[in-house]
């Protein structure tokens, strides 16, 4: 099956839910695309703060359905009590006064059941609500994660196909610089001849090294990404197909306004504060409870005996007169959240929109470039060849050899970085629709083949180096 005709998942919860299943550990063997993800799925640090964010909210739901369910409170005491009398009365002087010392004991439980309370219910509401938005935030930090890891890898594979064809270009330009300076010794041609081969090899041996710094750093990004190391990984193989999206621009623009999860998580952000606005109505409304309570007290005090117990069971209700104004204060400034929310909805949806359409462009006109630098490839090594003939017959210059070298591995290195765009760019408009996940990484994971690219990790001085990179463990985790 190929990249454009990848079937549309439409429920997004199952498509969330098979990711993480499919984020599980294997054979540390070769380095391929899904060995990468998989890793990526389990090890990166956002998506695990993600996760654990969207655990916390789920939380929230059952904090909020607390205030709706039975509530029972138990208190007590245990006292001492010491009374000090000096008071006496006229007809008996010196009565009456003394001291009294006793303890005491004292027991409270209660228990209320709310039955009409409109704020923790719209509370509860919004709550639910919660969980919809952040379960569409981790689908969409999930998803970044995918392109992320699926753009650094091929920035791997880019950043070596460039390396390559400029350490073939410095190659040659360097036999054409030894080749000038054995002309100039028998006086064939002229310094300037030599000078000119000698800069472009200076200028090709810069392009070479600036190459092995971007490859060196791209490792590095797949390292951030993933918590792990990739000494190799497998490269693109030329039999990949190169096809334009099989369905029209309007049918992904419909896909991304229906699945993308930054869209639906603003339209979410929507629900969530209407609710927010009915909450604060609620704040008018009276509540009403149901309570049972018991209280038994006890001491022991001369000249007493037994103990207090009484017990109540009842409703009690309670009706906002006045606030200060805070409520209408509340139903003003959960509008005016409502009404941003809807501004950013809309703003989200017109930038999926156009970030859709332009990637559609985009990888139409990929389809294009891929097979037009195929051939500059083929045109610029006829010009090479027809150049360097012109250049021993005496026809072109040296100038003209080099620049047509230089046209020549640059078409080789343009060819190679439309292929790794045209990838790139599908993954970016898949993402943007919502439909970015595991099975269509593996359906580019078929497009590698067993060659290997492999970062040579630099010289280290006494694992220096390996110290630097520590990329560092992951936290330790109470619960």
Not at 178 to 197: N, R
Not at 244 to 259: C, F, G, H, M, T
């Amino acid at each position: 099956m190929r990249l454009a005709h990848w079937a549309v998942n439409a429920p997004l919860r199952p498509l969330l839910l098979a990711v993480f299943t499919a984020s599980i550990a294997l054979p540390a063997q070769a380095a391929d695309l899904i060995t990468v993800t998989r890793e990526a799925l389990s090890n990166n640090a956002t998506l695990n703060s993600a996760r654990a964010q969207y655990s916390g909210v789920e939380a929230g739901r059952d904090v909020a359905r607390g205030a709706l369910l039975p509530q029972v409170n138990a208190s007590g005491n245990v006292a001492h009590h010491e009374q000090f009398e000096s008071q006496s009365t006229r007809t008996t002087p010196g009565v009456g006064g003394g001291d009294d010392r006793y303890n005491s004991v004292s027991l409270t439980l209660e228990a209320t059941q709310m039955l009409f309370d409109e704020v923790a219910r719209q509370q509860f509401n919004q709550a639910d609500r919660e969980i919809d938005q952040q379960f569409y935030l981790l689908a969409a930090t999930e998803q970044q994660l995918l392109f992320d890891v699926v753009n650094a890898y091929f920035d791997i594979l880019r950043a070596h196909d460039v390396l390559t064809t400029r350490q073939a270009q410095e190659r040659a330009i360097e036999r054409q610089l030894e080749q000038a300076s054995e002309q100039f010794e028998v006086g064939l041609i002229a310094i300037t001849d030599v000078e000119e081969a000698r800069s472009s090899y200076d200028q090709s041996r810069a392009n070479r090294l600036a190459a092995e710094s971007n490859l060196q750093v791209a490792f590095e990004v797949l390292e951030q990404l993933t918590g792990q190391r990739y000494p190799n990984i497998n490269a693109l193989g030329d039999a990949m197909p190169v096809v334009k999206p099989s369905s029209n621009r309007d049918y992904w623009v419909e896909q991304a306004i229906e699945l993308n999860p930054q869209v639906l998580a603003q339209q979410a952000g929507i629900e969530i504060s209407r609710v927010g606005v009915d909450i604060a109505r609620a704040g008018r409304l009276p509540t009403f409870q149901a309570f049972a309570n018991y209280q038994h007290a006890d001491n022991d005090r001369d000249a007493v005996s037994g103990y207090d117990a009484s017990g109540q069971v009842g409703i009690s209700a309670n009706l906002p007169i006045y606030t200060g104004g805070s409520t209408s204060a509340s139903i003003r400034q959960g509008t005016y959240q409502l009404e941003s929310t809807q501004y950013e909805f809309e703003s989200q949806r017109r930038t999926t929109i156009q970030q859709v359409r332009s990637l559609y462009t985009q990888v139409s006109n990929n389809v294009e470039t891929v097979e037009a630098r195929q051939q500059t490839i083929v045109s610029a090594r006829s010009a090479l060849e027809a150049t360097q003939v012109g250049y021993e017959v005496g026809t072109r210059n040296i100038v003209d050899v080099l620049n047509a070298e230089q046209n020549y591995y640059d078409a080789i290195a343009d060819y190679a970085e439309s292929r790794y765009d045209y990838v790139v760019n599908f993954l970016g408009l898949r993402q943007q629709a919502g439909l970015l996940d595991v099975p269509a990484i593996e359906e580019v994971n078929a497009w590698l083949t067993d060659d290997q690219v492999t970062f040579a990790i630099p010289d280290t001085d006494g694992g220096s180096y390996e110290r630097a990179m520590n990329i560092g463990a992951p936290p330790t985790l109470d619960r």
